[in-house]
């Protein structure tokens, strides 16, 4: 069964450095999303992709977050200057419709110290 | 705006006794419903969608526009049921944009033997 891949699986940063969390979505998906858990709360949406262009983001992703498709088969999350309050789990996931019924990957560990 | 609320963070039951994982949520619109679970350490995984009315791994939940609710629901739990479930609510979305999730907190199913 096609999976959708993440790396790394853990991620330890300093403060204030860039990051990029990378994501290969299923081949034939054409929408590809960021979420993300902090430890003890809710999986929280971030932002979607389609068409290469974001088509929707939340209150959370502010401009120190982006993203990207720079080659058609990876899909990137850059932090461009830590905190500690983005250590959570990131994960990305993919659908081959509009709606719903994502496959996720199985996530990345940020650590920010 | 959409809300997920699972009242229930930690649910313990004995083998081969039924249980039952409660999600109500609050959306204006026509949502669509899921069920996802999440095994230790592994990724977020889909295990039913209202739309499709399929029973997976001897689950079901029925939608229930009235009380607003989507209940999932099996009549014999097994060890390996023993899992993170989450339900989420998906809006409808534009034509281009992938619609995005929106997740409840969480029910840590624990089946005793």
């Known amino acids: 069964e096609p999976e959708v891949t993440q790396t790394p699986s853990h991620q330890v940063t300093q403060m204030g450095q860039e990051v990029i969390l990378r994501c290969v979505p299923i081949?034939?998906?054409?929408?590809f999303y960021w979420y993300r858990q902090i430890l003890g709360q809710k999986v929280e949406f971030l932002v979607s992709?389609?068409?290469?262009?974001?088509?929707?983001k939340s209150e959370i992703f502010d401009d120190q977050f982006s993203v990207e498709r720079p080659d058609g088969s990876n899909f990137t999350l850059k932090i461009r200057s830590t905190k500690l309050e983005d250590s959570a789990m990131y994960f990305c996931a993919s659908s081959v419709r509009q709606w719903g019924g994502y496959t996720f990957g199985s996530g990345t560990r940020l650590t920010v110290v | 705006a959409q809300r997920v609320t699972q009242p229930e963070k930690l649910l313990s039951v004995f083998k081969g006794a039924p249980v039952e994982l409660k999600c109500n949520y609050s959306?204006?619109?026509?949502?669509?419903l899921f069920w996802y679970v999440q095994y230790s350490r592994q990724r977020l995984q889909l295990l039913l969608r209202h739309i499709s009315r399929e029973s997976i791994k001897g689950f079901t939940a029925d939608l229930n526009k009235g009380e607003t609710s989507f209940h999932l629901k099996k009549p014999f739990a097994q060890e390996e049921d023993s899992a993170m479930y989450y339900c989420?609510?998906?809006?409808?979305?534009?034509?281009?944009?992938?619609?995005?999730?929106?997740f409840g907190e969480g029910t840590q199913l624990t089946v005793n033997p």
């Open positions: 992709f389609y068409n290469n262009e974001i088509s929707e």
């Open positions: 081949s034939n998906h054409l929408y």
């Open positions: 989420a609510l998906s809006a409808e979305g534009g034509e281009t944009s992938g619609s995005r999730l929106t």
């Open positions: 959306y204006s619109g026509s949502p669509e």
